[in-house]
């Protein structure tokens, strides 16, 4: 006899996948995107730009190398659940602390495993990413229908400002570099550093390590700090983060303050929802994509270079290039399908990226972005 399934996937236009269940017991309503990086998993959970989304792997070997604190980019994994093909098993790898599933289920996220993941990804590319309804019960017990108009009711994230939510209440310092052989971050070393200050919209850790690396003592802010309490640190550098939801919703109050903190001609550095948050600031419009970009192999071409890096990327929302306004060129496209992934003021230190060059997938091909920043600050200085 076959096992009865314990766990449930029910997408709003009625199709429903069956299949094992791990991690936490119970339901969680999302919109549903899949990834296609081979390693990173717990990077993944943890990033606070895959808020209320159900992340379905493409790599089949999800849970191998275990998980452990040191790859965590938030405090607490952020994605509500996981799609996966083979259910996860038991962890090799030395720097492994816990396997993924007593992890999960710590954490209360839902995993549900047995999927055919190349049908749902094929169905998320041809009619964009759904919203879903995922269920974990052992004992097999689902109302289909409730779980199907459940998701049929979800508002979904346009319109939504997820950023106040994953965003830190409270200002903080980060001194803590990148992390180094045999098993540890590196401290600040600058004997001057570079005073930036990062907007948090939900920002990752190795994000905040890499600006360290490059020089910078990093003051952190909430998502909703005015441009006052910006400007009260004295900042060489301002950074705009990364992040989750509709950067229109966001920009509603980020945007005003962005746009005060042009006024200074100070070196200004956006990644992800950042980039998108300075578009607007600067007069340009947002679009939600179909599926988006979620993976660690997207190709991105430096449009005044030439130079084609392999990067690592997460969003659901771009910047519409025909929007940007003038003296703001496009910097960076994607090689995938076009979007843009990258805008310069022509007159003042101010760039971003919708990559993340902190992710190294390539792996170091967009490292320079965060020495771009740390050289703007030194002419400032100078």
Not at 2 to 23: E, M, S, W, Y
Not at 76 to 98: A, F, H, L, Q, Y
């Amino acid at each position: 006899m076959a096992q009865k399934p314990t766990a449930c996937l029910a997408l709003a236009d009625g199709t429903v996948f069956h299949g094992r269940g791990f991690g936490a017991t119970g339901e969680t309503v999302a919109e549903l995107v899949f990834n296609t990086a081979m390693t990173g998993y717990q990077e993944i959970m943890t990033d606070p730009s895959y808020a209320s989304q159900v992340v379905t792997f493409t790599f089949p070997h999800i849970g191998n190398t275990g998980v452990t604190a040191q790859d965590e980019e938030a405090p607490e994994p952020v994605s509500p659940g996981i799609v996966v093909k083979w259910d996860p098993t038991e962890p090799s790898n030395w720097r492994s602390t816990s396997d993924l599933v007593a992890w999960m289920e710590k954490n209360g996220r839902i995993g549900i495993g047995g999927i055919d993941t190349r049908r749902l990804t094929r169905a998320i590319r041809q009619q964009g990413s759904p919203h879903v309804v995922l269920a974990h019960d052992p004992e097999g017990n689902f109302d289909i229908a409730a779980m199907v108009a459940k998701a049929r009711d979800w508002k979904g994230l346009v319109g939504l400002d997820l950023a106040k939510e994953v965003s830190c209440t409270q200002s903080y310092k980060w001194d803590e570099g990148l992390w180094e052989w045999p098993g540890a971050f590196n401290a600040q070393k600058e004997a001057q550093p570079f005073r930036v200050v990062a907007l948090d919209y939900g920002a990752k850790r190795n994000i905040l390590r890499s600006l360290v690396a490059s020089g910078a003592e990093v003051t952190v802010l909430p998502a909703t700090a005015t441009a006052e309490e910006v400007l009260a640190h004295n900042p060489e550098g301002i950074f705009l983060s990364n992040g989750p939801g509709d950067p229109a919703a966001t920009g509603v109050y980020a945007v005003p303050m962005i746009q005060e903190l042009l006024k200074k001609d100070l070196p200004i550095f956006g990644i992800c929802l950042g980039h998108q948050m300075l578009a607007l600031a600067l007069g340009a419009k947002t679009v939600k994509m179909s599926h988006g970009h979620h993976g660690a192999n997207h190709p991105v071409r430096d449009v005044e270079t030439g130079k084609v890096e392999i990067t690592s990327m997460n969003h659901g929302f771009a910047v519409d290039a025909q929007t940007l306004p003038e003296g703001v060129i496009e910097s960076h496209v994607s090689l995938f399908d076009g979007s843009n992934c990258g805008l310069r003021l022509l007159d003042k230190p101010v760039f971003s990226v919708q990559h993340h060059p902190e992710a190294s997938p390539g792996p170091q091909d967009s490292g320079y972005l965060f020495q771009r920043f740390a050289d703007a600050m030194r002419a400032r200085r100078r």
